[in-house]
Structures are given as structure tokens and as C-alpha cells.
């Protein structure tokens, strides 16, 4: 008696295995639907003589979790970033008109014949103390003597008419005993308008007789 042939309407063969779908993406950052397509993907081409193993699955199922995580805290960061932004314009707008005190960190451009509201705070008593001014080439054109001073804050004249109109940059240096050092000058001026880059960056005081200096140099709103 003979038996009668089993045909085989299929057989797993790795070679006619489907392809795996394209993920989406740069491939630098996969999100949480790249895993899941992947992960599917590969639950459909496995070998049903050899499957996978189910911890390799949980192992994906973590990364998944922390990628959706990742992409949550970057979302929020980005809505913090915009919502800083935001608050810093409403700041910068309510400063028009007042009074603020700026260190002068970079080049000031000075008005012929502005006088500038000059500040320098030590932090202990010294027995002598000078301010520099620079032109653009770096060339002492003004010194300012302002003696011994106790610690606090001093403050000082520069008459812009002795300087002319052009772009200055200021030093303090002090001495006592046997020690000297410089530091920053700061200058007292009104804001009369803000300029918001459209490219980003810091926001823009514009300065009564003093030109631009960023918002982030202001250390004081003095009236």
C-alpha cells in the first residue's frame, strides 16, 4: 500500500523572505515609529525554526520607551527655549526710556559731545585707581585719575567733546600696596529703543549717545 504525496503549499525559505521596509528618517535619529516598524518587520521575516528570542524584544521595547522619551524632553526644551525668548522681548521693550547701568565689555560708540555716565565698583579699597580710554587702533587718547577710593561704588564723568564721536573701549585699573590690577567700567545711560536680530542672538539696547550694547551686558536698572 502506498501512501499518498503531502504537497506543500509553502515553505520558509530565508532567501524569498519579504525585504524589510525603509525606515523613515536620516538614520542619525530614529524615532519611536522607526523602532516599532523595524521591530515589525522583524517578527514577519523571522525564522519560524528559530524565533527570536522574547528578551531581545523587550530590550527593543526599552529602547523605544527611552527614544519617545528623548523626544518628549526635546520638544519641551524647545517650547522652553521659545517661551524664554518671549519673556526676554517683554523685558526688553518695558527698559525704553528707563535708565540701566552696562558693563562696557566691547567697543562703545561714543557722540561728539555726549557725556558719559561712567561707574566702576571695587570690591575693596584701593589707593589709586585710573580709567583708559582707547580709540579703535588701540591708542591711549583720554585718562581719567579718580585717586584713592574706599570699596563701593565710584562714579565718574568722561566729557565726549574732549573725545569726539567714534568707538571707545574703557579700563579701570587700580592699585594698592603692591598690587595692581584692572577691571570692567560700567556706564549709566538711557534706553531709547531695542533691536531684536532677526537672524537671533542677543537682544539690542540702542543707548542715548552710546550706540548698541547687548541686553545681556546690563547689570542694572537704575531708574
Request: charged share 20%.
Amino acid at each position: 500500500m502506498s501512501l499518498p504525496q503531502i504537497s506543500t503549499t509553502s515553505q520558509y525559505s530565508p532567501k524569498a523572505a519579504p525585504k524589510e521596509p525603509q525606515v523613515a528618517g536620516n538614520g542619525m535619529n530614529p524615532s519611536s515609529n522607526d523602532f516599532l516598524t523595524m521591530m515589525v518587520a522583524q517578527v514577519q521575516n523571522q525564522d519560524p525554526l528559530n524565533p527570536t528570542d522574547g528578551t531581545e524584544y523587550l530590550t527593543q521595547l526599552g529602547m523605544m520607551s527611552a527614544v519617545e522619551s528623548l523626544e518628549g524632553v526635546k520638544s519641551g526644551l524647545a517650547n522652553l527655549n521659545i517661551g524664554m525668548t518671549n519673556v526676554e522681548m517683554l523685558q526688553a521693550t518695558n527698559l525704553v526710556g528707563k535708565k540701566v547701568l552696562m558693563e562696557a565689555n566691547q567697543e562703545v560708540d561714543v557722540a561728539k559731545g555726549q557725556v558719559i555716565d561712567g561707574r566702576v565698583q571695587f570690591d575693596q579699597s584701593v589707593d589709586s585707581a585710573k580709567v583708559m580710554v582707547y580709540d579703535e587702533d588701540g591708542k591711549v587718547v583720554d585718562e581719567i585719575k579718580l585717586g584713592p577710593q574706599g570699596s563701593g561704588m565710584a562714579e565718574f564723568k568722561i566729557d565726549g567733546d574732549d573725545l569726539g564721536s567714534g568707538s571707545y573701549t574703557f579700563e579701570v585699573l587700580a592699585e594698592k600696596g603692591d598690587d595692581a590690577w584692572s577691571q570692567k567700567m560700567m556706564i549709566a545711560a538711557e534706553v531709547e529703543s531695542v533691536n531684536i536680530p532677526s537672524g537671533g542672538g542677543a537682544i539690542l539696547l540702542s543707548l542715548k549717545g552710546l550706540g548698541k550694547m547687548s541686553m545681556y551686558d546690563m547689570r542694572e536698572i537704575t531708574a
